[in-house]
């Protein structure tokens, strides 16, 4: 057995924010991704996927059956015969691991699911995020449920707030285009719930809480209209104006050996850095008018490119 795949995500543009009700703007992105399967047979790898999955199923049966419910004997059987998530989603770097294996085993067991091939109206996504909110929570301690929704819908996400999602189309790439959107690998892992913990703690200071409010999410939000009305020029200047303030107030998600190079970018206008999901690690998220210098600035550092225009 091989399952359908399922992708990684980025969150462009929301994070922090979004838990405090501000847009945010999330892709898939096909380059890496996942699938359950069943083995020929035992590797370490799959066995350390395999006890995962079953420690997973533990929790799903503690889940609100009025929520969601599961064929048991299937997934049983499945697990019986070692099935384990065979992913090439990097873990602990922003990108959506767990979403995708969510995803993954939603879409094969679940009963009564709620399909891709439906009329999604907004009650329905709205269904499906506290769904996968509740099943993601096993791995983040608090899940909003973006993640899996994006894996499991393969669309970009719009999140206007957080009862109002909508699936949405984002501006066509330009193949030849010289701005990009890109992936800069810090070389270490970052976990989620420290850095949420750390943010939620920071919340609790007046300062911190105005600065969020009347700053971050005026710049973030202006990153969401802009990009998806393809307003470049004004979206690099929201983008500079953001990655400073993150630079500024957010230092303990920034990985300590990245603080010059964020600075650089910002100094330079060769490129501008943001958290890529909730930072302390993975992957750091770059936009450049013209990527090629922005090569140049970060030589030596592995980056990928997401999306050009």
């Known amino acids: 057995m091989k399952g359908p795949l399922f992708f990684a995500k980025i969150l462009l543009f929301g994070e922090y924010g979004i838990i405090k009700d501000s847009k945010g703007l999330s892709i898939p992105y096909n380059f890496y991704r996942g699938a359950l399967k069943i ?39 499945d697990l019986d015969r070692e099935m384990y998530f065979d992913s090439s989603i990097p873990q602990g770097y922003g990108v959506g691991s767990s979403g995708a294996l969510v995803a993954a085993i939603y879409d094969q067991y ?3 699911k709620i399909t891709v091939l439906e009329n999604l109206t907004k009650q329905k996504l709205q269904k ?6 509740q099943m993601e929570s096993f791995f983040h301690g608090k899940s909003s449920g973006l993640d899996p929704l994006n894996s499991y819908l393969s669309l970009p ?38 850095m949420v913990s750390i943010f939620m703690e920071n919340m609790e200071k007046e300062a911190f809480s105005t600065m969020m409010r009347e700053q971050f999410i005026t710049y973030s939000d202006a990153c969401v209209e802009d990009f998806l009305k393809g307003n470049m020029g004004s979206l690099f200047q929201n983008i500079k104006s953001l990655s ?18 964020w600075k650089n970018g910002i100094e330079t206008n060769d490129y501008y850095l943001k958290l890529c999901g909730s930072g302390g690690g993975g992957f750091i998220l770059g936009f450049t008018p013209d990527f090629e210098k922005a090569k140049k600035a970060l030589k030596g550092y592995p980056l990928e490119v997401v999306y050009h225009f």
């Open 110 to 112: 679940a009963f009564h």
């Open 128 to 133: 499906l995020k506290v769904i996968f909110a």
């Open 39 to 77: 083995p020929n047979e035992k590797n370490q790898s799959n066995t350390d996927s395999h006890q995962k999955l079953l420690a997973f199923a533990e929790y799903l049966n503690t889940l609100d059956t009025r929520l969601v419910t599961f064929d048991w004997k299937q997934l049983k059987a």
């Open 244 to 261: 400073a303030l993150v630079l500024k107030n957010f230092e303990p998600m920034i990985p300590d050996a990245f603080h010059t190079v």
């Open 157 to 194: 996400i719009l999140i206007n707030s957080k009862e109002h999602i909508e699936t949405t189309g984002i501006p066509s790439q330009h193949a030849m285009g010289k701005g990009a959107v890109f992936l800069l690998d810090s070389g270490i892992t970052g976990e989620t719930a420290p």
